[in-house]
């Protein structure tokens, strides 16, 4: 242990001296402190803070996901192009201890990085407010909108497949797939008739009410708090306006349902919207029932003259304060701690048997990858019609086997102050870290010790 | 027997892309270097020496046959950790200074703190480079490199020393020097692997040779053997009258032999050091290494790890104790001889001498030929390094001591 220790700071001193660490340090130290002066966003207060830590988070890990890329490989291959290693490894320590104790370096390096930056962030965040003009109303937003951290709730996805299958086989019995769908394969069909069914489970049509359930409704503090009911409406004809009334209960509706009395509030909202924008209903948390069932109904009343639709991925949730604004922040810190571990070992891996611009130009392509795997999937999916098997075998393998970075990035919460679960944090630590990021590691550990490090000379 | 360093069949083929084989770059080696011994890998560039070396540390894994060192794998800790080794250039972290440089690999061989620190100032001393301790080593120039990688292969007290070129770069006292720590170290029962193609470095030193050539050994043996001519002789005295000078002649013309009669040169390392230590004790600044004589002390103990502290404690030596005692040995020709001629060595002059061992081709005999037997001189296993520094150790060629019979250039006759 002490030997990779000594390997460690030995790794750290080189990060820093050789002002690789301290490029990125000054570029940080520089650009945040202009970010807290230039983010304006939406001109709102809430929309300043969002635009700041959104952008400052996305900048430090994107700085710092390089910084350990580069490290990790500078401090490997050069050590084997510059021969320290011959002095190195011929001492006492074994070939994975030196690997391990660099990886130590880069992740303690990483951590005192990640907690200075996001603690300046996070000092930023909390006191722009102080030197901003703030209105109470400006105040009350931000705490109920950004300085917490939400739990989301979202109404399950109705099962529709009795009812796809039935009207797929009257189709194919009248003989009028064809015609409905043409040139679709029966795959395609399925999936167009389950959206379409789906969609119809979410929508009110003129004069009627939907009602969506929920339990386990926990918040922390039912009494003090706020629950926010934030939802997008679709159209069928958009109004001229592009304005949609609703009619909206939001509590414990089984009293109304039943007649049964229930000892919560049911609160009554009635408000106009535009189309196709978020918005939030505030209500008090007391409309909670002590068994955590809540429900939200929503009427659409004949004036609107329009069936609405609430959109299948984000049309409608609740949400409620769940934890503080610094517990969520210090997990979104961790799920970048967790990219950068993985880098870490990518790293190891890469420069364990590549040179330094091979090595960074496999972790850069792996990192991108990562980065953009969702997007890359989706244009990938369009294509599946043509390339379909080539592609399911190949690619899609590949980016699935690589970590999807931005299915873990803590601004996707932080900005709309999402709560980040322990179980997220949880499935990342397992998923990146112990999984990918260890089976990386031992991969370089294998590579690097059967290695010959010396050069051919003759 | 228990060899320090065994190679059997070692061999190394770097082949092409297609795998197919290029080059023999160490072709079927076997040597066997004894414990307590100071043996010279030889040969020209590329002849496989530093390939040798680093299949015997495991930087290179050798395509055929196996080596042991210290009678283990040389990769495991509990053999390295007995090892000093100088590449064959001086690889430093450009970015640490010469005392991070020292606690590193002390840190690496698991040292603590105390001994780390101890050692790490002694051996700074010893090199010469405390003055320039905390500067990065980056900036260092060839030699302050080498000293300070000098100093890194010995931070652990090694049994085994493995030494790649060690006076490349160096001046000559700092040649001088690590010449002189070698010979000191091999009598502390250390053994020490010197490779290198500065012949006169490894004759100074070594005990026994091998020269390689295209990866395989040409010649092996005994310094001494392979370098005796047995058709010369040199006799070596104080300063000689004509007359007497033209009686010897006399003599050896009735004997049918010729010889050369002429005053011995002083050698150039011999006045090179004697100019520079006289103006190191006027005092001359200088930016680079300062050269001392004295050896880290806790590396000629004897003893092990337990005595080493109180050594430690003990010896610092004061810099201005070296620079005293440098007048006495004047750059003057060596006069330490004896007037009448000793008995033993006359009665041995006139006996045949034997004959070098010698494998496959014929050694690489000295051309000059300015190394025969010379008169033994009386005091010398016990003196300072001073006295050494000055050249006076010649070689008798007779005893067997490792500490004797270290082949030094006796001067011209």
Same mark, same amino acid.
């Not at chain 2, 040649?175 to 000191?184: C, H, W």
């Not at chain 2, 007048?327 to 003057?332: E, N, S």
């Given at each position: 242990m002490r030997r990779m220790w000594a390997v460690a700071t030995n790794t750290i001193r080189q990060a820093l001296r050789m002002k690789v660490a301290a490029i990125f340090i000054v570029l940080l130290l520089v650009l945040l402190p202009v970010l807290v002066c230039t983010a304006s966003g939406d001109?709102?207060?809430?929309?300043?803070?969002?635009?700041?830590?959104?952008?400052?988070?996305?900048?430090?890990?994107?700085?710092?996901?390089?910084?350990?890329?580069?490290?990790?490989?500078?401090?490997?291959?050069?050590?084997?192009?510059?021969?320290?290693?011959?002095?190195?490894?011929?001492?006492?320590?074994?070939?994975?201890?030196?690997?391990?104790?660099?990886?130590?370096?880069?992740?303690?390096?990483?951590?005192?990085?990640?907690?200075?930056?996001?603690?300046?962030?996070?000092?930023?965040?909390?006191?722009?407010?102080?030197?901003?003009?703030?209105?109470?109303?400006?105040?009350?937003?931000?705490?109920?909108?950004?300085?917490?951290?939400?739990?989301?709730?979202?109404?399950?996805?109705?099962?529709?497949?009795?009812?796809?299958?039935?009207?797929?086989?009257?189709?194919?019995?009248?003989?009028?797939?064809?015609a409905a769908f043409p040139r679709s394969t029966p795959v395609e069909i399925r999936k167009q008739l389950t959206r379409r069914f789906q969609l119809e489970k979410r929508a009110a049509d003129v004069g009627r009410v939907r009602i969506w359930?929920?339990?386990?409704?926990?918040?922390?503090?039912?009494?003090?708090?706020?629950?926010?009911?934030?939802?997008?409406?679709?159209?069928?004809v958009t109004p001229a306006d592009e304005q949609v009334y609703g009619d909206w209960r939001i509590g414990d509706l089984r009293g109304l349902q039943n007649g049964t009395p229930v000892d919560t509030p049911v609160w009554r909202v009635s408000r106009r919207d535009p189309v196709r924008k978020f918005r939030e209903i505030e209500v008090p948390?007391?409309?909670?029932?002590?068994?955590?069932?809540?429900?939200?109904?929503?009427?659409?009343?004949?004036?609107?003259?329009?069936?609405?639709?609430?959109?299948?991925?984000?049309?409608?949730?609740?949400?409620?304060?769940?934890?503080?604004?610094?517990?969520?922040?210090?997990?979104?810190?961790?799920?970048?701690?967790?990219?950068?571990?993985?880098?870490?070992?990518?790293?190891?891996?890469?420069?364990?048997?590549?040179?330094?611009?091979?090595?960074?130009?496999?972790?850069?392509?792996?990192?991108?990858?990562?980065?953009?795997?969702?997007?890359?999937?989706?244009?990938?999916?369009?294509?599946?019609?043509?390339?379909?098997?080539?592609?399911?075998?190949?690619?899609?393998?590949?980016?699935?086997?690589?970590?999807?970075f931005d299915q873990s990035n803590p601004t996707q919460f932080l900005v709309p102050a999402r709560l980040i679960s322990w179980t997220l944090i949880g499935r990342v630590a397992l998923g990146m870290v112990c999984l990918k990021g260890a089976v990386v590691l031992i991969l370089a550990l294998v590579i690097f010790s059967f290695r010959e490090l010396a050069k051919v000379v003759v | 027997m228990d060899y320090a360093i065994e190679t059997v069949a070692l061999t190394k083929v770097f082949s092409d892309w297609w795998g197919r084989a290029k080059v023999y770059a160490v072709d079927d080696l076997n040597l066997q270097i004894r414990p307590n011994e100071v043996f010279g890998l030889l040969g020209p560039?590329?002849?496989?020496?530093?390939?040798?070396?680093?299949? #015997? /540390?495991? +930087?290179?894994? $050798? &395509?055929? !046959?196996?080596?042991? @060192?210290?009678?283990?794998?040389?990769?495991?800790?509990? %053999?390295?950790?007995?090892?000093?080794?100088?590449?064959?250039?001086?690889?430093?972290?450009?970015?640490?200074?010469?005392?991070?440089?020292?606690?590193?690999?002390?840190?690496?061989?698991?040292?603590?703190?105390?001994?780390?620190?101890?050692?790490?100032?002694?051996?700074?001393?010893?090199?010469?480079?405390?003055?320039?301790?905390?500067?990065?080593?980056?900036?260092?120039?060839?030699?302050?490199?080498?000293?300070?990688?000098?100093?890194?292969?010995?931070?652990?007290?090694?049994? #085994? /020393?493995? +030494?790649?070129? $060690? &006076?490349? !770069?160096?001046?000559? @006292?700092?040649?001088?020097?690590?010449?002189?720590?070698? %010979?000191?170290?091999?009598?502390?029962?250390?053994?020490?692997?010197?490779?290198?193609?500065?012949?006169?470095?490894?004759?100074?030193v070594c005990d026994r040779i091998a020269i390689l050539y295209g990866g395989k050994v040409r010649a092996h043996g005994r310094v001494k053997d392979l370098l005796q001519r047995t058709n010369k002789r040199q006799i070596l005295t104080d300063s000689l009258s004509d007359a007497t000078a033209e009686r010897i002649r006399e003599l050896l013309r009735q004997e049918h032999a010729e010889c050369e009669i002429s005053s011995p040169m002083e050698r150039l390392e011999t006045f090179f050091i004697n100019t520079v230590t006289e103006a190191q004790q006027h005092a001359t600044p200088t930016s680079g290494a300062v050269s001392t004589t004295q050896i880290g002390e806790f590396l000629t103990v004897g003893a092990r790890q337990?005595?080493?502290?109180?050594?430690?404690?003990?010896?610092?030596?004061?810099?201005?104790?070296?620079?005293?005692?440098?007048?006495?040995?004047?750059?003057?020709?060596?006069?330490?001889?004896?007037?009448?001629?000793?008995?033993?060595?006359?009665?041995?002059?006139?006996?045949?001498?034997?004959?070098?061992?010698?494998?496959?081709?014929?050694?690489?005999?000295?051309?000059?030929?300015?190394?025969?037997?010379t008169p033994l001189q009386p005091e010398r296993v016990k003196k300072s390094v001073l006295d050494e520094l000055t050249g006076r150790r010649q070689s008798d060629g007779s005893t067997v001591q490792p500490s004797e019979d270290r082949a030094e250039d006796g001067g011209h006759a």
């Open positions: 001109g709102t207060l809430k929309g300043r803070l969002q635009t700041f830590v959104s952008y400052g988070l996305s900048l430090t890990s994107l700085l710092l996901s390089l910084l350990t890329i580069i490290v990790s490989v500078y401090s490997i291959t050069s050590d084997i192009e510059h021969r320290q290693i011959y002095t190195v490894v011929t001492k006492p320590i074994r070939r994975y201890e030196l690997i391990v104790g660099k990886f130590l370096g880069v992740i303690v390096l990483d951590v005192a990085l990640l907690t200075l930056f996001a603690g300046i962030i996070y000092g930023c965040a909390v006191l722009v407010p102080r030197f901003v003009r703030t209105s109470p109303e400006d105040r009350t937003q931000i705490d109920n909108e950004f300085y917490t951290a939400r739990a989301s709730l979202v109404p399950p996805q109705v099962d529709v497949s009795e009812e796809v299958k039935a009207l797929y086989r009257k189709l194919e019995a009248e003989d009028q797939l064809e359930e929920f339990r386990n409704v926990r918040p922390s503090d039912p009494n003090q708090q706020s629950l926010f009911v934030r939802f997008k409406y679709d159209v069928s948390a007391s409309v909670v029932a002590k068994d955590g069932y809540l429900a939200v109904g929503f009427m659409n009343p004949t004036w609107n003259e329009t069936v609405v639709l609430f959109p299948v991925e984000d049309g409608l949730e609740v949400l409620y304060k769940a934890d503080s604004f610094l517990a969520n922040f210090v997990r979104g810190a961790l799920l970048i701690l967790f990219r950068l571990v993985f880098l870490a070992c990518l790293g190891m891996m890469a420069a364990s048997f590549l040179s330094f611009p091979g090595a960074i130009l496999f972790c850069l392509a792996v990192f991108v990858t990562g980065a953009t795997s969702s997007g890359i999937l989706e244009s990938f999916g369009y294509m599946s019609k043509n390339v379909g098997i080539v592609y399911r075998y190949t690619i899609e393998a590949v980016i699935h086997l690589l970590p999807q | 560039n590329g002849s496989g020496k530093t390939t040798t070396i680093k299949m #015997l /540390l495991g +930087l290179l894994h $050798p &395509t055929k !046959g196996h080596s042991l @060192i210290l009678g283990g794998d040389g990769t495991h800790p509990k %053999i390295s950790a007995r090892v000093g080794f100088l590449p064959e250039e001086s690889y430093l972290y450009r970015f640490l200074n010469a005392r991070e440089t020292l606690d590193f690999y002390g840190r690496l061989f698991g040292l603590d703190s105390k001994t780390r620190e101890m050692r790490t100032e002694a051996l700074l001393e010893m090199v010469g480079l405390k003055a320039v301790a905390s500067r990065p080593v980056g900036t260092y120039s060839k030699g302050m490199a080498r000293r300070i990688g000098l100093a890194q292969a010995l931070i652990n007290d090694p049994d #085994l /020393l493995i +030494l790649d070129e $060690p &006076t490349t !770069g160096l001046d000559p @006292i700092g040649t001088r020097q690590i010449k002189d720590l070698i %010979i000191k170290l091999a009598e502390r029962g250390k053994t020490v692997l010197l490779c290198s193609h500065l012949l006169a470095d490894v004759e100074d337990g005595d080493i502290l109180d050594e430690l404690v003990a010896a610092p030596v004061s810099e201005t104790a070296q620079t005293g005692p440098v007048q006495t040995d004047k750059p003057a020709p060596r006069e330490a001889v004896t007037p009448e001629p000793d008995k033993d060595l006359l009665s041995k002059l006139t006996q045949p001498a034997s004959s070098p061992t010698v494998e496959a081709v014929t050694p690489d005999r000295k051309p000059s030929g300015d190394v025969p037997e």
